[in-house]
């Protein structure tokens, strides 16, 4: 199985500022088409999960452009430019390249 | 409006069944791949199934092959979750999730079902 490995567990920040989370995988997420299957879900609190970036650094849709996914090789990065109060909750990575399709464990972005 | 609504949810007994259902609505469900991912009580999600557009093709996470089985049924926009052998490990908020260019677009407000006598 793929581990996917988040870090860090837990990150304040103060509004306005950035915040950047990372996920890295034990293989490559490289699909032979060249896209890398790996997304980020943000869970607010009492909802379920919602799609914020697929294959690696596409944003769904309706999902604001302070938030960005980068990749190099099998570390990934998920950036807030200037993180707004609406931005807590816990953020996963996920694979989708093989199953088990597997989760980080999470990382709680909290409000300074 | 696009939307995943699941039902089913529940207390059941240690060994006992379970079925979920997924009501999907305002797309064209025969064309996606559908998932299962749980959640149990304050931890991070887990990745139960997934069922191909035709249902040819279905695929579990380890633990609970064997014992759950993912279905479709097109002509009703339909998904379903049915549950047996039931431990309490397996108590958690169930989610129905569409799969939509490598992301999980589309997601379910979740069933709780609760494995406990």
């Known amino acids: 199985d793929i581990v996917m490995t988040q870090s860090p567990v837990s990150l304040p920040v103060t509004p306005g500022e950035p915040a950047s989370i990372s996920c890295r995988s034990s293989?490559?997420?490289?699909?032979?088409?060249?896209?890398?299957?790996l997304d980020w879900y943000l869970q607010k609190p009492g909802q379920s999960p919602q799609l914020l970036i697929y294959l690696g650094s596409i944003r769904a849709s309706g999902v604001p452009d302070r938030f960005s996914g980068s990749e190099s090789g099998t570390d990934f990065t998920l950036k807030i430019s200037r993180v707004e109060a609406e931005d807590v909750g816990v953020y996963y990575c996920?694979?989708?390249?093989?199953?088990?399709?597997?989760f980080g464990q999470g990382t709680r972005l909290e409000i300074k | 409006e696009v939307q995943l609504v699941e039902s089913g949810g529940g207390l059941v007994q240690p060994g006992g069944s379970q079925r979920l259902s997924c009501a999907a609505s305002g797309f064209t469900f025969k064309s996606y791949w559908m998932n299962w991912v749980r959640q149990a009580p304050g931890k991070g999600l887990e990745w139960v199934a997934n069922?191909?557009?035709?249902?040819?093709?279905?695929q579990y996470v380890d633990s609970v092959k064997g014992r759950f089985t993912i279905s479709r049924d097109n002509a009703e926009n339909s998904l379903y979750l049915q549950m047996n052998s039931l431990s309490a490990e397996d108590t958690a908020v169930y989610y129905c999730?569409?799969?939509?260019?490598?992301?999980?677009?589309?997601w379910g407000q979740g069933a709780m079902v609760t494995v406990s006598s």
């Open positions: 996920m694979q989708g390249l093989q199953t088990p399709i597997t």
């Open positions: 069922i191909k557009q035709d249902g040819s093709t279905k």
């Open positions: 999730v569409r799969l939509y260019s490598g992301g999980f677009d589309i």
């Open positions: 293989q490559s997420l490289l699909h032979s088409n060249g896209n890398n299957y």
